[in-house]
């Protein structure tokens, strides 16, 4: 599309750039050694393993996005189901991921390594739903058929900040209940009935009327650290989901990983994804000045250059940059993109930011465009993507702020870098 565009760029890109230095940001470490035994742990607990039926069909929805070892967790609470009599079984609770079919879905989750043969239990996927509840409003919450006809329901997820909005309860298990397990069809309707800035109200509404008519048994919250370690498993029974999981996002906004500095002329990811983050690089990191909450850091050019394989061409989030390559939107898939776009009803998200040849060409266009900058003297940071933060790329210009951040070592010397290449 567009290999035949030439972009005339006054004085062009010819100029030096800021060499880079690598820096170690140290994080606290909670990693949990033995994920499967502290997910059999939790279900042992006497509200959690009193809730299990032998005998009982039971449906455990697992989502879309990339968590620390899911296939551990999803293995070891199929197995403490089985022990139990029960008949556990496996669905995508993904919303519109994988453009809403059931095939990628389905893919998707294989790419996690939940699979009968790794798990123990068989995947059931439809993008069939049953309604429910229909709210005071009018809108109907949505539910995959093939949960609803189990005789119980388990969620299993990642409890963290969410990509666009704030709340006691962001992304987790009632996110999942509520957007995920409701399909393409349910989450185009609530996000079609509410702005997402009201999220954080409109889901845990939705859910507490959806408990009341579903035979939900509990959440598995997982919280994860800035290593990208499981560092928290929580089962929690349905009585007590809202102020768990409150408790959980709470704890993994304290846990999650940051780029330590507030005001950054240039941040440059080198990958984005929706295993890493469900906006594909995640504004709790990389700040959105768009949106309330998401100011820091303060960020005044972001370039993007490349698609995990992972993402199956779903470039969700390519948008919040100002520029891309050529070799990132040569790899959207874009049906897939836009069903993500559409069902979120903020179209936004599928603007194209200008495209460049490579990756140097890319950082120097976003160099040349800064407003009363040298470019050499630019704060300039690198990051593999928005879950590897614990070695960065920064600019000399960055230097004087990490001698004076305790949490911040200088790891190499400055040097000039590829931007056509990864570094990490």
């Known amino acids: 599309m567009f290999d035949n565009v030439q972009i005339n760029i006054p004085g062009g890109l010819d100029f030096e750039?800021?060499?880079?230095?690598k820096v170690k940001?140290?994080?606290?470490?909670?990693?949990?050694?033995?994920v499967a035994l502290a997910v059999k742990n939790e279900i042992n607990k006497p509200a959690i393993i009193n809730s299990i039926k032998a005998g009982a069909s039971i449906?455990?929805?697992?989502?879309?996005?990339?968590?620390?070892?899911?296939?551990?967790a999803v293995k070891s609470l199929v197995s403490c189901l089985k022990e139990l009599g029960a008949k556990p079984f496996i669905f995508p609770a993904m919303g519109s991921h994988g453009g809403g079919t059931v095939e990628n879905q389905t893919a998707l989750l294989a790419g996690y390594g939940v699979t009968e043969e790794k798990v123990g239990a068989e995947v059931r996927a439809t993008m069939d739903t049953v309604v429910p509840v229909v709210l005071e409003d009018g809108t109907k919450v949505h539910m995959d058929k093939f949960a609803y006809e189990a005789d119980g329901v388990i969620l299993i997820n990642r409890v963290k900040p969410h990509t666009n909005f704030r709340g006691s309860i962001e992304s987790g298990v009632v996110k999942m209940m509520t957007i995920g397990m409701g399909k393409i069809n349910g989450a185009s309707e609530l996000h079609g009935s509410y702005p997402m800035s009201i999220f954080g109200t409109k889901l845990p509404n939705a859910a507490k009327h959806l408990l009341q008519k579903i035979n939900f048994l509990f959440g598995v919250g997982l919280v994860e650290d800035a290593y990208d370690n499981t560092a928290i498993i929580e089962a929690i029974p349905?009585?007590?989901?809202?102020?768990?999981?409150?408790?959980?996002?709470?704890?993994?906004?304290?846990?999650?990983?940051?780029?330590?500095?507030?005001?950054?002329?240039?941040l440059i990811?080198?990958?984005?994804?929706?295993?890493?983050?469900?906006?594909?690089c995640d504004p709790n990191i990389t700040g959105n000045k768009n949106e309330p909450g998401f100011e820091k850091p303060n960020v005044s050019k972001l370039v993007l250059l490349d698609l995990t394989d992972k993402t199956k061409g779903n470039a969700t989030g390519f948008a919040s940059a100002d520029v891309i390559t050529k070799?990132?939107?040569?790899?959207?898939d874009f049906p897939t993109t836009y069903a993500n776009v559409v069902a979120?009803?903020?179209?936004?998200?599928?603007?194209?930011?200008?495209?460049?040849?490579?990756g140097d060409k890319a950082v120097r266009l976003a160099l040349k465009t800064l407003n009363g900058i040298d470019p050499v003297n630019a704060r300039v940071v690198r990051i593999k993507n928005t879950?590897?933060?614990?070695?960065?790329?920064?600019?000399?210009?960055?230097?004087?702020?990490?001698?004076?951040?305790?949490?911040?070592?200088?790891?190499?010397?400055?040097?000039?870098?590829?931007?056509n290449s990864s570094q990490f």
């Open 238 to 266: 349905a009585e007590k989901l809202f102020e768990k999981e409150a408790n959980l996002q709470t704890m993994a906004k304290k846990l999650m990983g940051k780029i330590c500095f507030d005001q950054i002329d240039v």
């Open 59 to 72: 449906a455990i929805g697992v989502g879309s996005r990339g968590v620390a070892n899911i296939d551990i």
């Open 327 to 332: 070799k990132l939107f040569d790899k959207i």
């Open 387 to 419: 879950l590897k933060l614990a070695e960065i790329y920064v600019s000399e210009a960055m230097l004087d702020d990490v001698n004076k951040n305790s949490m911040l070592e200088v790891i190499s010397s400055a040097a000039e870098m590829s931007f």
């Open 344 to 358: 979120s009803s903020k179209l936004e998200g599928g603007k194209i930011p200008i495209p460049m040849a490579d």
């Open 17 to 21: 750039v800021p060499k880079m230095v």
């Open 25 to 34: 940001q140290n994080f606290e470490n909670h990693k949990i050694d033995d």
């Open 269 to 280: 990811i080198d990958e984005i994804g929706k295993e890493i983050s469900g906006g594909g």
